[in-house]
């Protein structure tokens, strides 16, 4: 499995961004999927995830009522809808495959960087 994100980049404070993670390979091997980011300074921190067949989704609580995780597995994509974004949100965003038998992937990041 590989994944690759898309989506980042430089937004005023109350805009939007909408990330993508395109996954390629052997995609059914995927139980669960997140979003995670990481800030200068900062551990990693879970975003927000989301079960192989989209039911069941988990956020953290800074995001909550702000952001929309989902995916569409006909094109293997999961999103990340972001709304009245916050200079706090500012990181470096990744996504991650949880798979059933294998260690997790993750992609390669894509920078968020919300102005004041």
């Known amino acids: 499995v590989q994944l690759v994100e898309s989506g980042g980049g430089l937004v005023q404070a109350g805009g939007s961004l909408r990330l993508s993670c395109a996954a390629s390979g052997i995609t059914f091997e995927i139980k669960r999927m997140g979003w995670y980011r990481q800030a200068p300074g900062k551990e990693r921190e879970l975003v927000a995830t989301i079960t192989s067949s989209g039911g069941v989704t988990n956020y953290v609580g800074s995001v909550k009522g702000r952001f929309t995780i989902s995916r569409d597995n006909a094109k293997r994509t999961m999103y990340l809808q972001m709304n009245s974004l916050k200079p706090e949100d500012t990181a470096v965003y990744y996504c991650?495959?949880?798979?059933?038998?294998?260690?997790?992937?993750w992609g390669q990041g894509t920078q968020v960087t919300v102005s004041s």
């Open positions: 991650k495959a949880d798979r059933y038998a294998d260690p997790p992937v």
